[in-house]
């Protein structure tokens, strides 16, 4: 028995601090596929925003996955043909923007291939957020989002103390109603409540026919939790959060030290 499936999350991890993917851990994914593991870029970037990096790491062949949107998307990554979709609705929508307004927060919603916005006010964020993910950026007031019936996920934006302070403020019943995960500081993400990076695990696991016990999940930040919770052997970057530290069964080395490289070369490339 050995690891079979590997999930990897992309910012943080997989990149390093110039958000390229070392020489060193591209020959180790490369060594580990040839092994026949299953590496799975595990993030919340849509298709679009990961299809390059997939295809430089040579993870589009048939056989390969992606799980996008924090979990709420599992894609065959050599055609993006959908294996799972979570979304919200419309009443979500209006729930969570209603939240935002409350909370004085910027806030956009994503489909499989658009980021929508209400705010005539455009946060740089979400320009950001757009620019990263490679999707385009419309403006939808309320009303007409009502056509849009596949949002994925909803994201509240702002400087980072700000948008602490804010979620600080979000009540109870949205975090029991809703996945809702911090990606990055200036990025707090909702989600249905099936929809986690840990549910994508399970659920491509299960696909696969793959116990748990033979999956391992590398990640930094919290929008990584879920996954490193439920993997058979859980491993924080060098640079990760000490939340995701306490979770991990082993820390590697940092993203700028090649750690994706360190975990597959100690836990799967040395096991016969």
Avoid: W
Wanted: glycine share 6%; hydrophobic share 40%; proline share 4%.
């Amino acid at each position: 028995m050995g690891i079979k499936l590997v999930t990897i999350d992309v910012d943080g991890t997989l990149l390093n601090s110039q958000r390229l993917v070392t020489p060193e851990v591209k020959l180790a994914i490369s060594q580990a596929k040839a092994q026949g593991v299953k590496i799975v870029m595990t993030t919340g970037r849509p298709y679009p925003g990961v299809i390059d990096l997939l295809r430089e790491l040579s993870l589009t062949d048939v056989g390969d996955y992606v799980i996008t949107y924090n979990g709420g998307m599992i894609l065959a990554a050599d055609t993006g043909t959908e294996l799972k979709r979570m979304t919200l609705t419309y009443q979500d929508y209006l729930k969570i923007d209603d939240l935002a307004t409350t909370l004085g927060c910027a806030s956009h919603a994503v489909t499989e291939d658009r980021l929508f916005t209400s705010n005539y006010d455009v946060s740089p964020y979400t320009v950001e957020e757009s620019f990263i993910a490679k999707v385009p950026m419309s403006f939808r007031t309320r009303e007409e989002m009502q056509s849009e019936d596949a949002v994925i996920k909803m994201i509240l934006v702002g400087e980072a103390d700000d948008l602490h302070h804010a979620i600080s403020r979000i009540p109870p019943e949205f975090k029991n109603d809703y996945t809702t995960v911090s990606s990055a500081p200036n990025f707090f993400e909702m989600l249905n409540k099936k929809a986690s990076k840990g549910q994508g695990l399970m659920q491509l696991a299960q696909i696969l026919n793959i116990p748990l016990e033979e999956t391992m999940a590398i990640g930094d930040a919290e929008n990584d939790r879920s996954m490193l919770e439920v993997a058979g052997l859980a491993i924080a970057m060098g640079n990760a959060v000490p939340e995701i530290v306490a979770v991990a069964d082993y820390q590697t080395s940092t993203n700028d030290a090649h750690g994706v490289a360190v975990a597959l070369e100690k836990f799967v490339l040395t096991v016969d």
